[in-house]
């Protein structure tokens, strides 16, 4: 075990883990922040998707002891209202269906706005590349991405 102090949706938060522990595991068991969910566990899915420093990061293996002073921002530090350009754009185009997951759809279509406010469809597929969604509702989240793009 080991103490790590993290900066987490803008706050400071102390956790007594083993090192080699998942960031996800952290902010699930130990934070009580759920609304990043467990997928795959083998960073295959995007489930799991959180930022790092602003970069969309899988933190099912992603451990602890690689964040370091870095910032962890999650779904729920996203917005506080929920008003993010990204989830106002993702109701727009009725995104959500099992909404399983949507967090880390939205975590890395934000990431990637951030980095590129006006991407063309490559763009978005390659950012998008590698978030699953069981219910295939990839053309209304390209849709949504759009949307967002021009709202932020």
């Known amino acids: 075990m080991a103490t790590f102090d993290l900066t987490i949706n803008g706050e400071k ?29 083998i960073a295959a899915c995007g489930a799991c998707t959180v930022h790092i420093d602003g970069t969309a990061m899988r933190s099912c293996v992603f451990p602890i002891s690689e964040v370091g002073d870095n910032t962890v921002t999650t779904i729920e530090g996203l ?11 993702w109701l727009q185009h009725d995104v959500p269906q099992c909404g399983y997951c949507q967090a880390g759809q939205i975590m890395s279509a934000s990431a990637l706005l951030k980095d590129n406010p006006n991407p063309d469809d490559k763009a978005i597929d390659t950012a998008m590349n590698g978030n699953i969604c069981r219910c295939g509702t990839y053309t209304r989240i390209k849709a949504a991405i759009k949307t967002a793009a021009k709202n932020s």
């Open 79 to 89: 917005s506080e209202k929920g008003d993010h350009p990204v989830q106002k754009a």
């Open 13 to 41: 938060k102390q956790v007594d883990v083993d090192p080699k522990t998942p960031l996800l595991w952290v902010l699930r068991d130990h934070l009580n922040l759920v609304g990043t969910k467990y997928g795959c566990g």
